[in-house]
């Protein structure tokens, strides 16, 4: 059975740190595309990054470009997302989702049931 | 805002049918045939519901179908059954920088 399970969320003050995980299990975790998506309180899902199946190649929705760094242990068998420099407007709850193989596949077909990250002093 | 646009809600009685419509551009919906819709229960997590514009998932009630036409994408949703009320998103890859949009989402009522 495929799992994804994060954490690492919680209350950090404007400007602080935090690192997110995604533990993945049930499938070959160094196959596939990952990804992080958000979804603010009351407000809609906006994708935020992905990471290819080596880690070689990262992409980043202009919103966190530069203050997020996205990357993966494929031997732990984890998803990473360290986020820096954080902004009231990160609040949300951040869900893992994987793109299926083989590639070229554009849709997310399974997902963790997400971590909330507050941001606020 | 959001780069593709659903509206806001929608309502249908159970057995009826409905539609949620959802509108991009050249740059997405209109380009690619990479639609995928998302159903969202209070509190969980988003689940594949079509994907490929009108690919059902392994598991998903054939009462829910996709279409395409230029650059709007709909979910049909047909029988309503109360276990149908929920938000639903849809989403496309896009070249721009950030490959994959979502749509606002709409709330779907069952009566």
């Known amino acids: 059975e495929v799992q994804l399970v994060e954490s690492g969320g919680g209350l950090v003050q404007p400007g602080g740190s935090l690192r997110l995980s995604c533990a993945a299990s049930?499938?070959?975790?160094?196959?596939?595309?990952m990804h992080w998506v958000r979804q603010a309180p009351g407000k809609g899902l906006v994708w935020v990054s992905r990471?290819?199946?080596?880690?070689?190649?990262?992409n980043y929705a202009d919103s966190v470009k530069g203050r997020f760094t996205i990357s993966r242990d494929n031997a732990k068998n984890t998803l990473y997302l360290q986020m820096n420099s954080l902004r009231a407007e990160d609040t949300a709850v951040y869900y893992c989702?994987?793109?299926?193989?083989?590639?070229?596949?554009?849709?997310?077909?399974?997902w963790g049931q997400g971590t909330l990250v507050t941001v606020s002093s | 805002q959001s780069a593709l646009t659903q509206p806001a809600s929608v309502s249908g009685s159970p057995g009826q049918s409905i539609a949620i419509s959802c509108t991009g551009t050249?740059?997405?919906?209109?380009?690619?045939?990479?639609v995928s819709w998302y159903q969202q229960h209070p509190g969980k997590a988003p689940k594949l519901m079509i994907y490929?514009?009108?690919n059902r998932p392994s598991g998903v009630s054939n009462r829910f179908s996709g279409s395409k036409s230029g650059n709007t994408a709909s979910l049909t949703i047909s029988g309503l059954q109360a276990e149908d009320e929920a938000d639903y998103y849809c989403?496309?890859?896009?070249?721009?920088?950030?490959?994959?949009?979502f749509g606002g989402g709409t709330k779907l009522t069952v009566l």
């Open positions: 049930g499938f070959t975790f160094s196959s596939y595309w």
């Open positions: 050249t740059s997405d919906v209109g380009a690619y045939n990479y």
């Open positions: 989702a994987r793109f299926p193989v083989p590639q070229p596949a554009y849709y997310f077909d399974y």
């Open positions: 989403s496309s890859y896009t070249i721009s920088s950030t490959l994959e949009v």
């Open positions: 990471i290819n199946s080596d880690g070689s190649t990262t």
């Open positions: 490929d514009v009108n």
